[in-house]
């Protein structure tokens, strides 16, 4: 069974420092992990994938992922906050069928950020 | 391209009625699937149309939702009646390809529901 983990239900920071959202798998497969993001009353938008190549992964708005199997971790950084950044993240796990990750998504409990000016 | 459209994007119904959730693709992509987020609670996938079949339905709560994508294009979802429990956000996505890695889940903005 796959299954995410994010450690944190509410992250703060000062606009200008640096951003961590923390997120931990469990996979017995190869995993395929993702980071969407939710603004205030949008839909979910894709902000970086990782799909077993290269495990820094950069995303859209400056995020990036490193992928970590030795400690089964896959956390969110932005070296600059922008007040823009103010969402509700979700780290996410695609259910692997036969050869393929599938459609089939499994949701972090989210985890808020507030940037503070 | 227009993104995945989700209507209406509010709804409030009293115990026991009926409502029916609608969800647009983006055009030419094959696969829809819906997911619901209840109230505290992660987001869930509750099924997953290939055109107009139902490849994966293991998350449908109960038998008071019912999901139909006549001629694979839109789909509904109808839940009656309705309970209390059902009160969330239910989004609806589309991609071109089943493998994910390939062709990542574009989602809606989502349909606020909420039962009373």
């Known amino acids: 069974a796959q299954s995410v983990t994010q450690l944190d239900s509410h992250v703060s920071v000062s606009e200008g420092t640096p951003v961590l959202l923390r997120c931990n798998y469990s996979s017995s497969y190869s995993p395929s992990l993702f980071w969407y993001v939710q603004h205030p009353n949008k839909g979910l938008q894709l902000l970086l994938k990782y799909t077993s190549a290269a495990t820094l992964v950069k995303g859209i708005n400056g995020f990036e992922a490193e992928f970590k199997k030795s400690e089964t971790s896959f956390h969110l950084t932005k070296p600059s906050a922008h007040m823009s950044d103010a969402a509700e993240y979700f780290c996410?796990?695609?259910?692997?069928?036969?050869?393929?990750?599938?459609?089939?998504?499994?949701f972090g409990q989210g985890t808020t950020l507030q940037v503070k000016p | 391209e227009a993104g995945v459209t989700q209507f209406p994007s509010h709804s409030v119904i009293e115990k026991g009625q009926t409502v029916t959730l609608r969800c647009d693709p983006i055009?030419?992509?094959?696969?829809l699937y819906w997911y619901r987020r209840v109230m505290g609670k992660e987001i869930k996938f509750l099924l997953h149309f290939v055109k107009e079949s139902k490849q994966d339905e293991s998350g449908m709560p109960n038998n008071r939702f019912l999901a139909e994508r006549t001629g694979g294009t839109y789909s509904t979802l109808k839940v009656q009646p309705a309970e209390l429990e059902d009160s969330g956000v239910y989004f609806c996505?589309?991609?071109?390809?089943?493998?994910?890695?390939?062709?990542?889940?574009?989602f809606g903005n989502g349909t606020r529901l909420t039962v009373t």
């Open positions: 055009s030419g992509h094959d696969n």
């Open positions: 996410v796990v695609s259910v692997k069928t036969w050869s393929s990750n599938t459609g089939k998504l499994i």
């Open positions: 996505a589309s991609s071109q390809d089943w493998a994910v890695d390939n062709s990542p889940l574009h």
